[in-house]
């Protein structure tokens, strides 16, 4: 079993690579999948490689695998997908590759986003910040 290689998108390395005996239309479709999920607005540049295989065993129940290791930004995102045939590995792959840059592009916008600081660390109360250090019937008069 040899792997080729067949492709780099874009100016982002994503090579897109084939194990075994694959056609030319199952890669275009890859592609085109693939590239429907990380051709988007606001995407941080991407890296990896995405590959397809088919089993050499021809008893076996799900021979197509795909996976996809990527680097998004900082965010390493990783998806695999097991099926009978290969249209249904690479939709399979897609769907969960979607959900895993969004999910990593979610983390990454509520990390930025940060909440005042709680009273017992400085942050303003509902009295302000030093409201209630002092009792009110302790204070001089």
């Known amino acids: ?21 694959v056609e030319e239309g199952v890669l275009e479709y890859l592609r085109a999948k693939i590239g429907a999920v990380l051709d988007r607005q606001g995407l941080p540049p991407v890296t990896g490689g995405v590959r397809i295989a088919k089993a050499n065993a021809h008893h076996a129940e799900h021979p197509w695998t795909a996976a996809a290791e ?28 979607r959900r895993q840059v969004e999910r990593a592009l979610d983390s990454r916008q509520t990390a930025r986003r940060s909440a005042p ?22 204070r001089p008069a």
């Open 1 to 21: 079993m040899t792997a080729r290689e067949t492709g780099v998108r874009g100016t982002e390395a994503v090579r897109v690579r084939a194990e075994g005996n």
């Open 117 to 138: 600081p709680p009273p017992w660390r400085g942050g303003a109360g509902e009295d302000g910040p030093r409201a209630a250090e002092e009792p009110a019937g302790d």
């Open 70 to 97: 990527l680097r998004v930004g900082p965010d390493l995102v990783v998806a695999h997908a097991r099926e009978a045939t290969s249209q249904e590995a690479t939709d399979r792959l897609q769907d969960r590759l």
